[in-house]
């Protein structure tokens, strides 16, 4: 067992947990976004930033990724942690401001408006879909292509994945969602093109059999009245 | 080529190398690196081989073809040993005269370099004023070495370090001579190398450690690796062969960018020609000791110099950083552990066995021992590779070895450790050149690039433009630095367009501390050090492209106007360079440019020989 302190309160946990679990563990509220039980962590949306050591030697690191270590200090929501939060929050509402999920931790950490140039992308390259496809459904259909500014998510070559079983997996996990399981045959994939962040079809019990090209996504829902 | 099979082969091999070496016999060395060959090297060997061939001085007169000797300004170089006769920008027509006058054992005095202050021809390499401050102890060997001939290396000292070390037969006495020698890495983040040998030689885990030389420079304008990788290859592969002795690696890897084509041929000759030598491979000289290296090209990302990058690009996959702990020392590739060095850390080590630690250790100051190799780029007079020792000040660096701004202009900062790194300005020139007070200052050593900006460089310019690249650089993993840096760039264009607001520059600055703050890998946290260290010292600068839709360096192009003054004579040369004919005016009398088709490129400044374009 290793023992540290969350928050100046005393927790120990197995050695391989990560900060982020010893504080849920503690009820240490840590918001995330490329985080899921179930995958690998990634520590690709900083969101989860909390502050370790101290004096000079203090700084912020993922929770998700960082393994608790014996006698660590950690803080989840010292100043300097809340003000990269925001930070970060505001530079997602920039980019993705369409995103239930962004718009609600926006509002949680009260940050009502951003400073930047508007953008309206479909992808904050998370990742979760990459290690849903990879680690949960065992296809590795999509992965990260490129680097830096032209980063983008998608199939080798933008063609269509043998590997892939239009299961859906990625649109389900996906904080931003978009387009993710289109690929080059927008017709064949599920929810094709749609914006809406929670995709009715998920709920229903026949979700397994549907294969969906119904245009808007949420045709299924109009129809049904 | 005789396999040696133990350490007294060795020795009588050197010895038989150094009995039929004739050291009165003139020689002719020829800087022939990536540059060199790049300003004219290749038609001066073959100029040389034609000469010596056709008059048949071969023997009387040897040619060696050698690496990078530094000197960049004066390129291609040659040098005339053992007398150290230096000819600066030597033309392939030159080249007769120069052997004529070996062959006559005289001094072509019209050829030599001229010191740009007093203006009197200086004839001794060693005597000018680039070289005379310098402390070349890796950068002089390139010029004793041919790169392809493992011999020359053998001849002058190679490989016996190694052979010592072997002899010996103790890895913890290797260790503690490179902790007492306190070395720290070269890479630019300063950590102990003895300290992180010690760590990799206290895993278990005995079968599969693994030695890394990071020669993934990629700065812009930083090229000391280059230089050392070309011209000295056998001097890292005898470093990491100690340094596998050391700590009981017996795999190593050479990670080197495939933009350095050069370096990577020469590395491929050494490597075979020390594994045929029976230096690299099973039970090297006899001893047991068995340690081998391989060549990793690397594919032009920039962020794969940062070591976590590094390790999953080697083991093939896509170059991403990702958390430590676990350090590469403990879980480094294929999860086995792994210690990182830089090229020039390498090329310390057989220094250090050799000289001993102690006496390594009284170069430089306290807790920054040794010399550092800065490629010196930007606006001054000589421009080059400068080895000195660490402690020395940036004065001495930019004015006394590199001899100063060109023409009138006033050096106002240096911009140190590339695009991660800083700028520290002209008053603060007497700052000592070590790890600690460069980070003091806000910039970092970073793997030794020093870029120097005078009055007509803008800094907001200089930010973006490093913005520009680490944008493109940046992994894109962190959300923060992916699209931090987007941001910044965006927000340093506004301002350079005079499209900025002081609440914006301060969003800026908030952004930056942010992305530092928050990111996961060097690469990240050391993004924002060009807007930071610019704002720190050049806020004036910022505020002036704000407020007054100024740019005072005269760079951004839609706050600048182009005009001609009273010093104009009329020769009309900026007239005949203007792309967008906006220049109009007869001969002999002022010109006139015409503001409206004007598209700012800057030719006609750069023609004028009467400083008559201005820029405001």
Known sequence: MITLAINRLPVAVEEGETLLEAARFLGFPIPTLCHMDGLSPYGACRLCVVEIGEGPKARLVSSCTYPAQEGLKVR??????????????????????????????????????????QEHEDCILCGLCVRMCEQQMMAKAIGFRGRGETRSIGTPFDMKSEQCRLCGGCIYVCPACQLRCTYTEPDKAICGGCANLSPPCVEKEQFDDMMCYMNPCVACEIEKD | MEKLTSIDSFHALQGRLLADRDPTIPTIVISAGTCGQASGANDLIRAAKRELLSRELTDRIHLRITGCQGFCEAEPSVLIEPRGTFY????????????????????????????????????????????????????????????????????????????????????????????????????GAGFPTGLKWELLAKQRNGQGKFLVCNGDEGDPGAYMDRSVLEGNPHSIIEGMLIGGFATGANKGVFYVRNEYPLAIKHLTIALRQSRGLGLLGDNILGTGFSFDLKLVRGA???????????????????????????????????????????????????????DGGARFAKIGTKRNTG????????????????????????????????????????????????????????????????????????????SGGMIVMDDSTCMVDVAKYFMNFLKGESCGKCFTCRKGTQRMYELLEDISQGKGTLER???????????????????????????????????????????????????????????????????????????????????????????VKCTKCGNCRTVCQYDAVQVV
């Not at chain 2, 794969?304 to 958390?323: D, F, H, N, W």
């Not at chain 2, 010399?371 to 780029?377: A, H, W």
């Open chain 2, 505 to 595: 520059l301060s969003l800026l600055e908030e952004l930056a501390l942010v992305v530092k703050d928050s990111s996961m890998c060097g690469l990240g946290q050391t993004a924002s050090n060009p807007v930071l260290s610019t704002l720190r010292y050049f806020r004036d600068e910022y505020v002036a492209h704000i407020e007054h839709r100024r740019c005072p360096g005269g760079v951004c192009r839609d706050l600048v106007t182009y005009s001609i003054n009273e010093d104009c004579n009329g020769c009309g040369a900026c007239a005949k360079q203007c792309p967008a004919e906006a220049i109009s005016g007869t001969l002999k009398e002022r010109h006139v440019i015409d503001s």
């Open chain 2, 88 to 187: 600066p920008k030597v033309g392939p027509g030159e080249m007769v005269g120069i052997i004529e006058a070996v062959a006559r054992g005289e001094v072509l005095e019209n050829l030599l370099f001229v010191d740009p202050h007093t203006g009197t021809p200086v004839e001794k390499q060693t005597e000018i004023s680039f070289y005379k401050k310098q402390v070349r102890t890796i950068l002089a060997r390139n010029e004793k070495v041919d790169p392809i001939r493992v011999y020359d290396y053998v001849e002058n000292g190679g490989y016996s370090a190694l052979a010592r070390v072997l002899a010996s037969g103790d890895p913890s006495r290797v260790v503690e001579e490179v902790k007492a020698s306190g070395l720290r890495g070269r890479g």
């Open chain 2, 300 to 354: 032009g990302a920039f962020v794969c110099g940062e070591e976590t990058a590094l390790i999953r690009s080697i083991e093939g996959k896509m170059g991403e950083p990702r958390q430590r702990p676990p350090f590469p020392v403990e879980k480094g590739i294929d999860g086995k552990p792994t210690a990182i060095n830089n090229v020039e850390t390498w090329a310390n080590i057989p220094v250090i066995i050799n």
């Open chain 1, 76 to 117: 989840t929501a010292s100043a300097r942690v809340l003000r990269a939060r925001k930070m970060i929050l505001e530079l997602l509402l920039a980019s993705c401001p369409q995103s239930k999920i962004i718009q609600d931790l926006a509002s949680a950490h009260r940050v009502s408006q951003q400073r930047f140039r």
């Open chain 2, 371 to 446: 010399t550092k190799i800065f490629s010196l780029v930007g606006k001054i007079k000589h421009t080059g590779l400068v080895e000195v020792p660490m402690g020395i000040t940036i004065e001495e660096i930019v004015n006394d070895i590199g001899g100063g701004p060109v023409g009138r202009a006033r050096i106002k900062a240096v911009q140190t450790g590339g695009p991660s790194g800083g700028c520290i300005p002209a008053n603060r020139f007497d700052l000592p050149v070590d790890y600690d007070s460069l980070t003091e200052a806000g910039s970092i050593m970073g």
